[in-house]
């Protein structure tokens, strides 16, 4: 087994492999490999954009399905870091009209992950597979069968929460939170610490709150 492991590193593979031990760890360097990870995601999204804004000037956001949504946080005018933004893909856009506010509720289902990592399989080959943490559903998503969670924007972490900003009810989104948006070194048995997280978030309802009056804006 280590024999293959470290044949495997040899190929340009990661391994945690060692002359001293054959035990194969798949969250090694994990705060690197996130931080990695994101920044890929990142060129991803910023490529996508910076060819459709040159492609289709100031009508971009009709023909391009990503974005990065600074933290809601932190002024727009001040000039951060990549860590301060979530970058999106967008699945489907929706038909709603109101974005909830930080003090609004919505209705939605999601899954989430933590980056995909790398197992050894019986046969000493590596598998990659990506770990579900958090989600109101089962199987492949079925908006017919899914039931949706109401939550208040302002419970979530402040990538989920800053994302829920600019979503409309029926968009479905897969959404990027790098580790400081999201629990940074305070890690769970479900989320390692230093964790990127990515979501997919389905909107169905947006309910704001106005003083006494809540309005609801329903998928129709």
Known sequence: MLATMCMLTGLGLASSCSEQTDVWD??????????????????SARNAITQAKRQYGDDWEAHCDWRMFKTYMKSESVVGPLTDSVCVHILKRGTGTVSPAYTDSVKLNFRGW???TEYVSPDGSLVTSQTVFSQTYYGDFNPDTATPQQMAVSSTVEGFATALQYMVAGDDW??????????????????????????QLNVTDVIERRGTQTTTTTLE
């Not at 897969?174 to 400081?180: A, D, K």
């Open 174 to 199: 897969l959404v990027y939170i790098p580790e400081n948006m999201a629990y940074g070194e305070n890690g769970s048995s479900a989320i390692p610490s230093y964790s990127t997280l990515q979501f």
């Open 114 to 116: 933590i980056m995909p």
């Open 26 to 43: 798949p969250y090694y360097d994990w705060q690197k490999r996130n931080a990695q990870w994101y920044e890929t995601i990142a060129d």
